[in-house]
Nanobody, 124 residues
């Protein structure tokens, strides 16, 4: 069982930056694939970024602006968000799944564990 707690959301002007953090419980954090998803009001949850033991993946809409990273010693995954746009406004969710090495972990159904979400609002 893994528990995830996101933090770092808030209100920022367009062009600004935020760093989201996701702290995970458990002693085997390094063996988990970690992902960030977001859900805007009235929209479906969409993939943002993922990090496995061997690679990182990004949605086209955030490539070059967002960076996912992890600190296994702190059981934490980060999402550095730069050059934010109003269309980045959403609730951002952290997700975790035991990394089998067989997936890209870009789909919500590939994750069993989810955080409660943190709101990111980008004003124009």
């Amino acid at each position: 069982q893994v528990q995830l707690v996101e933090s770092g959301g808030g209100l920022v002007q367009a062009g600004g930056s935020l760093r989201l953090s996701c702290a995970a419980s458990g002693r085997t954090f390094s063996s988990y694939a970690m992902g960030w998803f977001r859900q805007a009001a009235g929209e479906e949850r969409e993939f943002v970024a993922a990090i496995t033991w061997s690679a990182t993946y990004y949605a086209d809409s955030v490539k070059g602006r967002f960076t996912i990273s992890r600190d296994n010693a702190k059981n934490t995954v980060y999402l550095q968000m730069n050059s934010l746009k109003p269309e980045d406004t959403a609730v951002y969710y952290c997700a975790a799944e035991q990394d089998s090495g067989s997936y890209y972990y870009m789909l919500p159904d590939e994750y069993d564990y989810w955080g409660q979400g943190t709101q990111v609002t980008v004003s124009s």
